[in-house]
């Protein structure tokens, strides 16, 4: 990339936050990702519920869930507008409250239509969730804490997916389904309405446009970089991928390959998301450190990816009920994926910080939805021609690790011209 160090400094500020106001402005962004991906992963714990219920298909209940990410992907290049245009508060206050009617119909949907509706009006209330924060971050905190600052909003995001797994199994006698999502509408009421008044006001005093400036102006400038499109790839085929296999495919992966009972599933879920949050919890420790011992994002990617690769064919191969185990290492791995996502979005300058963390999450989302679809679409494909569920699942999980070598290889022999290695290869937020 040929765009100035100096292009690429933080907009000036009056001050930074510190103590209870730095602590405050975080929890309540981070309140907000942690019903987020509360609500992305549920479908995973329900889904037999869901299936009982509606009599759905594995094509189908990947859909549905799916909804989720199509309406999430769709939103991002808006996001990225409103973000840039009217502040990381009043576009994510907004947007929570879309996110709690969409809850509120999927909770008394009496058919699969309006469960795809409430469920994709869901996607687009939280939608910018984290990109507000990490949008907001960047005005109110130093460079330096960036990596960390992201590595933190993961650990309280896959906090809300352990939320999802035995608390959610252990609430479904009491509430059912529809009551915990009437209850996520509150929830998501209340931090709209904490983020509205407690978050400061001075990033949105920072935000006017130059004079005549196109609304969509700056995606062109993110999307015409080879380095972008260089690194999204093996994202959209891991990280995406991850996502889907976490927010919904593990669940079924446990019952009809492992051959767990729904509770047993939903323990082995919340292990799985323990683990991963202390993946996550690591990597914000780790991170600052990374730089010091000259260990660049391609280090991390190709040790992210090839680890990725390597436990997938395991788990599609073992043939053991202890083999749900190897998805624990699974999610230590992907969280390297991360400091990729904040490498590429750092790497532009800050008045175009709201649509590069948008334009590449607009095309990590709409992989989530190809992937998460288009695997129950391939399973039942499968099964059609196997004759069981569990040799399907294994297939489509080879199919999947053939696409993402090809992924992997094109990331190591790629090389935009132009492109030349950072004169100081760092991890967090500078670039």
Known sequence: ?????????????????????????????AGAYFLSYALRAINAVIAPELIARFGLTNAQLGALSSAYFLAFALMQLPLGVCLDRFGSRRTNALLLLVSAVGCLIFATAQDTAALWGGR????????????????????WYPPEHQ?????????????????????????LPLLGWRGLFVLAAVALVIVSAG??????????????????????????QVYRSAEFWRWAIVSLSMQSHFVALQ?????????????????????ALFVFNGVLLAGFLGLGWAAPGFERRGWTVMHVAVA????????????????????????????????????????????????LTG?????????????IFLHQWLFGVVADAFRASLGDAA?????????????????????????????????????????
């Open 147 to 171: 990596g960390r600052l992201a590595a933190w909003m993961l650990v309280v995001g896959t906090g809300g997916a352990m939320m999802v797994t035995v608390p959610v199994e252990l609430a």
């Open 247 to 267: 927010s919904l495919w593990a669940g079924p992966w446990f019952t009809q390959v492992v051959g767990m009972s729904p509770g047993e599933a939903a323990a």
């Open 1 to 29: 990339m040929g765009t100035p160090r100096s292009a690429l400094a933080p907009a000036p500020v009056a001050t930074r936050l510190t103590g209870r106001a730095a602590f405050a402005v975080f929890s309540l962004f």
């Open 355 to 367: 649509r590069a963390f948008t334009g590449y999450n607009l095309l990590i989302f709409g992989g």
């Open 195 to 220: 983020i509205a008044v407690g978050v400061p006001r001075d990033e949105e005093r920072s935000l006017a446009p130059p004079a005549g400036e196109p609304v969509w102006s700056g995606f062109g």
């Open 304 to 351: 992210a990816s090839l680890g990725f690769i390597g436990l997938q064919t395991a788990i599609a191969l073992v043939d053991s009920r202890w083999a749900w185990l190897l998805w624990l290492p699974l999610g230590v791995v992907s969280t390297g994926f991360t400091l990729v996502q904040t490498h590429v979005a750092m790497i532009f300058p800050p008045s």
């Open 391 to 431: 040799s399907a699942f294994r297939a489509t999980l080879l199919v999947w690790v053939a696409l993402q070598l090809a992924a992997f290889l094109l990331l190591l022999a790629w090389r935009p011209r132009g492109s030349r290695p950072n004169p100081r290869p760092e991890l967090e937020s500078r670039s």
């Open 120 to 139: 994709a009006l869901i996607g687009v209330g939280v939608c910018g969730a984290l990109m507000s924060a990490l949008k907001g971050y960047r005005f």
